[in-house]
């Protein structure tokens, strides 16, 4: 019996009993998990569908087994909440506006070890687990890596029994539906809870008002104390739903907390009253508006506005919900950082340190020093940019208009602190300037990650490599002041779903090889090593590789009817679109190849390659959704070349997400992480492929730079300039006309592309990519890395020509990503930041 299988039977026979000990069963069915998850399923299937399970189909019983997994959960998150009162645990809040969930269903039955057990069941009831898994909507609650990291930390959370809470907005619908129409992207609504969410519960129990707009009147008291209390404006009511997230087989589930937008019902009852019908059906539309849509467009004031009020609803709405739960055992608020931990995921939830501040001055009467005090103990603040221009700010108006309250605490708070600072700095206007909480270059404007860094207590990037640029660059001046505070925490992911999950037959292999403990102790990935000599094994390896890219073209041919060659090397670039991510470098690299076979030029280190893209634009990014029309009219044309046939295919696989980034990534051989060195904080895409075995091509840029160094430099292909580099050439004046006009492959790609070469009906139609990398000074520097690019695909083409020394280095990756765990990552934030002990 192979170790998958045995350690199934153990899991048959050791699973837990359901909850539903009261619905009459079959007398077998006690002893037999298989029979006792069938009748669960037919009770879900009439008590909470209403549906003759002989008539149901595939979404029927999607909602079925979902429930009754979500019946099993239940059980145990009840006890893991018993147990956080009875031992007094010190809480951790997850403070994110994003969790990109993905689909619940299989990461569930996975966690609660009954996977075979319902593939069974299902099969006896005539169904395919893998079918019914497919019917499941991605959740709509995130975007990219900074959501896809909050659902992974909340895995391993649960998985390392740390008594966590993930707090965030559900959104009606996610960012949007992609698809693509004449090469270009087309937004549709992503309307994920179309059918319904069988994972969440909906608290109607707890239901808070969220106060916006108003007036600030300040008194002094009986005691002479000064008084501040916020009156006026409007109330929204925010409504928790609950998603239940298990640990893996450890019988622990925590809860993810999500956000409702609903009306305030007296609001509405003043127009009913007066007749005026319409507009309380207007305003309490206008009031829901917060939780409809993730990432409003925040390009015009009414979405600026929108964007402000949805941080601050969920975290006001929070933490009601923190300090109810505290004040149930405790009588103040003294001990509160020994007691609760808020982690804030970048900086869309720092509004929280002006909203805990005034619960603390204005509610609890606290002095402002010890209300200070608590809330720099409680708070921790992790950064998740490079770019200052990407550090949030609001409009001094815009924030005195929505939140009057925390526009005071905030100049408050900015008061003091500059105090300070001219104490310890006197006559250094640019240190005041650079450290105000008030920026005041284009117009004044509230920095949202300043404070975020002053109200905490602990500020880290997420590879060393950010973090050192956090410290030395970003917040220079912060670190001087308090060099205690920065720290570095490298980013992981679940090893539960990003590879033993999405690569079933792998990770088989994997345990087979090493036993099962590799899935909750990923450094034992190193056990791996002497495996990639040993020739059996590598071509078991390299037959699931094959069988996983045969799954992906099926996938692609299925999605968008594109044919694609397993035999050929899987290149592949999956993440949001935009220009610092240099797709626009991989479509120059495409065309080079095409100009090269076209020419009959092609050199021997040429391997046959299908180069996949996909990912989503912002839906107010021209440029980024230019690169995508240019990606399908490279790939039209590379098809109608004959002399490309069998040697280069280009694929978009539209509406990226985490269901089909599950299918992607176990099937590619080449993962491209290109961005310029010192912009990506740090990736998590780049560890999911290393993970599953594909090799990268990358810049010495956010975490590229310790994987390459665990995986080994030898089984990374590294390219292009590095961070000092990028630095000093742009310190030294960095033209990119130099690169065009000395480099001939260069030149020859450019004029083919702003020829209208790929668009001969709209000529003009790509010139502006063009124009932005000769004319508009190239900011991300694609020109300078060019040649280095070039010339390493080249290598990459020699070695994959050598299919089983590049299956060895394939096996090395994997092995040498144990340290790039979720699990990893969140045991250091527990024990450096949080002090919670596991």
């Not at 509610?363 to 200052?388: Q, R, S």
Request: charge should be neutral; charged fraction near 25%; include cysteine.
């Amino acid at each position: 019996m192979s170790a998958k299988k045995a350690a199934a039977a153990t899991k048959a026979k050791t699973a837990p009993k359901s909850a539903s000990s009261s619905t009459p069963v079959a007398p077998e069915s006690h002893c037999n998990p298989v029979e006792t998850l069938k009748e669960d399923i037919r009770k879900h299937m009439f008590a909470f569908l209403g549906k003759d399970i002989t008539r149901a189909g595939l979404h029927d019983y999607f909602k079925a087994v979902a429930y009754t997994m979500r019946e099993r959960m239940a059980e145990h998150w009840i006890k893991t909440q018993r147990s956080y009162y009875d031992k007094s645990s010190k809480r951790v809040y997850y403070l994110s506006l994003e969790f990109l969930v993905g689909r619940s269903l299989k990461n569930n039955v996975l966690c609660l070890g009954i996977e075979d057990q319902v593939r069974e069941a299902l099969a006896s009831l005539g169904q395919d687990y893998e079918e019914i898994t497919e019917v499941e909507w991605d959740a709509g609650l995130g975007n990219g890596g900074l959501g896809r990291l909050a659902s992974c930390y909340l895995d391993s959370m649960a998985t390392l029994n740390i008594p966590g809470y993930g707090y965030g907005i559900r959104y009606e619908y996610g960012i949007f539906h992609q698809s693509i129409q004449d090469g270009w992207q087309v937004e549709r609504p992503d309307n994920w809870l179309r059918f319904g969410n069988p994972w969440e519960y909906d608290r109607s129990g707890y239901l808070f008002p969220v106060q916006f707009g108003g007036q600030v009147k300040s008194y002094t008291d009986d005691h002479g104390r000064l008084r501040h209390v916020w009156e006026g404006g409007t109330k929204v009511m925010a409504m928790a739903y609950d998603m239940m997230v298990p640990g893996f087989e450890n019988g622990n589930v925590i809860n993810m907390r999500l956000w409702s937008a609903k009306s305030s019902r007296d609001f509405d009852l003043e127009f009913f009253n007066s007749g005026a019908y319409l507009k309380a059906i207007e305003d309490k539309a206008k009031s829901e508006n917060i939780s409809k849509v993730l990432y409003p467009q925040d390009s015009f004031v009414e979405g600026q506005e929108l964007r402000l009020k949805q941080q601050y609803f969920f975290v006001a709405a929070t933490f009601h919900d923190i300090t109810r739960r505290h004040m149930k055992h405790h009588q103040g608020f003294d001990e509160l950082p020994d007691l609760v931990a808020v982690q804030l995921n970048d900086t869309h939830p720092a509004i929280a340190i002006a909203e805990l501040m005034r619960i603390l001055v204005d509610d609890h009467l606290l002095p402002w020093e010890k209300a200070w005090k608590i809330c720099v103990g409680t708070f921790a603040y992790t950064n998740h940019t490079v770019m200052p221009e990407a550090l949030e700010t609001w409009p001094v108006d815009l924030m005195a208009r929505v939140l009057p309250r925390h526009m005071e605490i905030i100049y408050e708070i900015n008061r003091r602190f500059m105090d300070e600072v001219r104490l310890r700095y006197p006559g250094d206007d640019g240190k005041l300037s650079r450290l105000s909480l008030i920026g005041e270059d284009y117009g004044k404007r509230v920095r949202m990650a300043n404070l975020a860094v002053l109200g905490s207590h602990s500020i880290n990037g997420v590879s060393a490599l950010h973090s050192d640029i956090v410290k030395n660059s970003i917040f220079r001046d912060f670190s001087e002041l308090f060099p205690e505070r920065f720290n570095n925490k490298t980013n992981g992911v679940t090893p539960r779903r990003w590879l033993r999950q999405c690569n079933p037959d792998l990770s088989a292999l994997i345990t087979e090889a090493i036993g099962e403990g590799w899935i909750n102790n990923l450094k034992r990935l190193e056990e791996l090593k002497p495996f990639a000599e040993d020739s059996g094994f590598r071509a078991r390896w390299a037959k699931i590789k094959q069988q996983n890219k045969k799954r992906l073209a099926d996938y692609a041919h299925h999605k968008v009817g594109k044919e694609l060659d397993p035999e050929s090397m899987f290149d592949v670039q999956v993440k949001r679109i935009h220009e610092y991510k240099r797709q626009l470098l991989n479509v120059l690299h495409v065309i080079s190849l095409y100009e090269d076979l076209r020419s009959g030029q092609a050199g021997p280190h040429l391997a046959p390659r299908t180069v996949i893209f996909g990912g989503k634009a912002a839906p107010g990014y021209r440029m980024a959704k230019l690169i995508i029309r240019l990606i399908h009219a490279v790939a039209e044309t590379v098809h109608r070349e004959p002399k490309c046939k069998g040697m280069l295919n280009v694929a978009f696989i539209p509406n990226y997400c985490v269901s089909n980034a599950e299918k992607i990534i176990p099937g590619t051989d080449l993962s491209e992480q290109i961005s310029l060195a010192g912009t990506e904080a740090s990736g998590t895409g780049n560890m999911k492929f290393a993970l599953n075995g594909a090799l990268t091509i990358g810049t010495l840029d956010g975490a590229n730079v310790e994987m390459r160094e665990r995986i080994g430099p030898e089984n990374f292909f590294v390219f292009g300039l590095t961070t000092p580099e990028v630095n000093a050439l742009k310190a030294r004046g960095y033209n990119p006309w130099d690169y065009y006009q000395k480099d001939e492959t260069l030149h020859r790609v450019i004029d083919l592309m702003a020829s209208g070469h790929f668009s001969p009906l709209t000529p003009d139609l790509f010139r502006p990519i063009a124009d932005a990398l000769l004319k508009d000074g190239d900011r991300w520097m694609l020109l300078s890395d060019f040649r280095s690019y070039i010339d390493t695909q080249k290598q990459v083409g020699t070695l994959y020509r050598e299919h089983d020394l590049w299956t060895r280095r394939s096996i090395l990756n994997t092995a040498g990503m144990g340290y790039f765990s979720s699990d990893r990552a969140i045991g250091e934030y527990a024990r450096d930041i949080w002090g919670v002990k596991f």
